[in-house]
């Protein structure tokens, strides 16, 4: 079953311009990040949610380096497959989760997000990085939703806010679940409140579902409450 591309929208109020497709049966965000904007410019996907098709046609001319997975559910992963096959960009994901990557998942709810098996070039830790051209994204590792979850920030410069890639860590106004297998309240509270609580409060919050907002605000209407 296709899932075609709801909308893609850029937001330029962080540090890097960023294209967001609203893709997928449940409306997932997939980010397209660019060190620049010329052609040729390398590029990492993140959540590669939906249709391979709509997120090849929104990377136009950049040239995809990684395929970043934030965690190992399938509404996230479902593009995986023929989107590594079409570019041979690298998978990057944390070793916790590249085990159910790499086997290949089921559908939840049928055909259409049954995931196939996907080798992954780069199994990360936290406090690695990930290089875009001058680009450093630093990867946190927040379990919590999953044993592998994790995050990915890039400092402000140039005056601008940082911004932080959260997967369903979280989200405008909520986390993610702990209910599913590999969450954890526990280790959730310990990812909000030892590893993103810590960031500036205007760095730029992209979760994996809905609009995107800051640390600052989060801080005070959910990580302090969790």
């Known amino acids: 079953m296709r899932a075609d591309c709801k909308r893609v ?13 609203v893709i997928g049966m449940m409306d997932n965000n997939c980010y397209i990040v660019s060190s620049g904007r010329e052609e040729g ?3 990492m996907v993140i959540d590669p949610a939906g249709d391979a098709e709509a997120i090849l046609k929104a990377l136009g001319w950049l040239k995809l380096e990684y395929i970043v997975c934030t965690h190992n559910h399938n509404d996230h992963l479902v593009a995986l497959p023929d989107l590594q096959k079409a570019t041979g960009a690298q998978v990057i994901s944390h070793a916790a989760d590249s085990k159910i990557i790499e086997s290949g998942q089921p559908g939840y709810f049928g055909d259409w997000d049954a995931v196939g098996p996907v080798h992954v070039d780069c199994k990360v830790k936290d406090g690695d990085t990930i290089k875009l051209g001058s680009l450093e994204f630093k990867v946190i590792h927040t379990p919590g939703h999953t044993k592998g979850g994790i995050c990915l920030y890039l400092p402000g410069f140039d005056g601008k806010p940082g911004i932080l890639f959260t997967g369903d860590t979280l989200f405008r106004g909520a986390t993610g679940r702990v209910d599913f297998e590999g969450g954890s309240a526990r280790e959730m509270r310990e990812s909000l409140r030892n590893k993103l609580s810590v960031l500036p409060d205007a ?16 801080r005070r209407r959910v990580i302090e409450a969790f």
């Not at 929208?9 to 497709?21: E, K, M, Q, Y």
């Not at 919050?205 to 995107?212: D, I, N, S």
């Open 9 to 21: 929208v850029s937001d330029a109020n962080g540090c890097i311009p960023v294209s967001i497709l």
């Open 41 to 43: 410019s390398p590029a």
């Open 203 to 218: 760095t730029i919050v992209y979760p994996g579902h809905e609009g995107f907002t800051t640390i600052g605000t989060e």
